[in-house]
């Protein structure tokens, strides 16, 4: 019998809900038509997309068609940075984000400033958090975008979002959020109108991979991302991914139905893993806000270790875990997150990220602690570095205690 797969990566991606794998599998087969076609077969695919959107629509208290199928989350913050611009054309060309955001909007940011733009990216407090106060000054006359994420991927701290949107419209601002972490774990709302595009991703919630959602408010002139056909009410051209979408709109409705539940076990879990490691793992920091984080998200920073080996030593014991962002792992380079929050870059290197789901027990995290335990010891051993730090700290112990 093999090892017991643990698996702690739950921002990464997550497993597909049966449900939603079952929903989907009708619109790979009989259920195959295309939804622009004008036949019975894609008439009933195309009921099967409306439905799919106001279900989504459902979730964020959005209008149905407010939502606009991508191929992921990255899209969706890529046609909202890169195209508002446009949409505000003698506004002005001011964009305000911050140093933390994921790299879908930071390098769709960057690639703005090579068009022109103006980019201003905010540096959050040492949790991880932008201030209403540190938007405000930002503001300038000329600024048409404000694009900050709902929650870091990273280290799991959930921004002020409402705040900072009703800041951004109140200056008549466009406000964009990239949601992909937040979605399905947080209270996220459109309702009052002061956030004008949302991103999410299906395969966050336990739906497939490949299919996203950009929301947009109804008064907001997007110009297309995506040129062709006229899917999308000719904003993102291109066949829509049907089964995907079906499996996306299930996931959802099977995480929303449960939402508040999950919220509080996975809290537990959570609160119960950290204090574990705070208490029994010497040199260990928890990076993020200690209160205002993801349900399931646990991320530390262990000192004298490089975080990419303790990674591959617990995969050798089924455990699957992170460094950050999945989408910049090989990188060498510290994560942008924690350098940005004041991390020195030594302390950045030995980042680790623990992230739970509907799968994850008591035992498994239990487990993993005293793996953890017994992995980092046994790294600590081989560095110079913790053996010349142990050293001075022995030797102060023993002044002091003569």
């Known amino acids: 019998m093999g090892k017991q797969l643990i698996y ?4 990464a991606t997550t497993p597909m809900y049966d449900k939603a794998v079952e929903a989907m599998l009708p619109y790979f087969s009989e259920q195959f038509g295309n939804p622009s076609g004008q036949y019975t077969l894609a008439g009933k695919a195309k009921r099967a997309l409306e439905d799919s959107r106001k279900q989504i629509a459902a979730t964020i208290g959005a209008r149905p068609e407010e939502i606009y199928f991508t191929g992921s989350g990255t899209e969706a913050d890529n046609w909202a940075v890169k ?12 964009i305000i984000t911050s140093k933390i955001e994921h790299h879908a909007v930071l390098h769709a940011c960057e690639a703005m400033e090579a068009a022109g733009a103006r980019v201003t990216y905010l540096t959050p407090d040492e949790d991880g958090v932008i201030s209403v106060e540190t938007l405000q000054r930002a503001i300038r006359p000329d600024t048409v975008l404000v694009s900050i994420m709902a929650a870091n991927n990273e280290i799991g701290t959930i921004e002020p979002v409402a705040e900072l949107a009703a800041a ?5 601002i466009l406000f964009h959020t990239d949601a992909v972490q937040g979605y399905g774990k947080l209270p996220l709302s459109v309702e009052d109108g002061t956030i004008a595009m949302l991103s999410a991703s299906a395969h966050k919630i336990g739906g497939p991979k490949g299919v996203g959602f950009l929301y947009v408010r109804r008064d907001v002139r997007l110009p297309s991302f995506i040129h062709g056909g006229a ?4 904003r993102r051209a291109g066949t829509e991914n049907v089964p995907g979408i079906v499996g996306f709109a299930k996931a959802a409705e099977l995480t929303f139905a449960r939402r508040e539940e999950t919220e509080k076990r996975e809290k537990k ?17 928890l990076t993020g806000s200690a209160q205002d ?8 920073c262990f ?8 990674l591959i030593m617990l995969d050798t014991d089924g455990i699957c875990a992170s460094s950050g962002s999945a989408c910049t792992t090989g990188q060498t380079e510290p994560s942008h997150v924690l350098t940005a929050i004041g991390l020195p870059e030594d302390v950045a290197h030995g980042a680790v990220r623990f992230t739970m789901g509907r799968g994850t027990t008591k035992e498994q995290l239990d487990f993993t602690v005293e793996r953890m335990k017994e992995i980092i010891g046994r790294v600590r051993a081989m560095s110079p570095y913790y053996a010349g730090f142990a050293a001075k700290e022995n030797s102060r112990t023993d002044g002091g205690n003569r």
């Open 231 to 234: 899917q999308e009410k000719r």
């Open 269 to 285: 879990l959570r609160d119960y893993f950290i204090g574990r490691v705070l208490s029994e793992i010497p040199y260990v920091r």
């Open 303 to 310: 000192q004298f270790i490089e975080g990419e080996t303790v």
């Open 8 to 11: 702690l990566d739950y921002a």
């Open 83 to 94: 195209t508002a611009l446009q949409c505000c054309r003698g506004k002005g060309k001011h």
């Open 168 to 172: 951004a419209h109140k200056r008549g």
């Open 293 to 300: 984080r993801l349900p399931g998200h646990a991320s530390f």
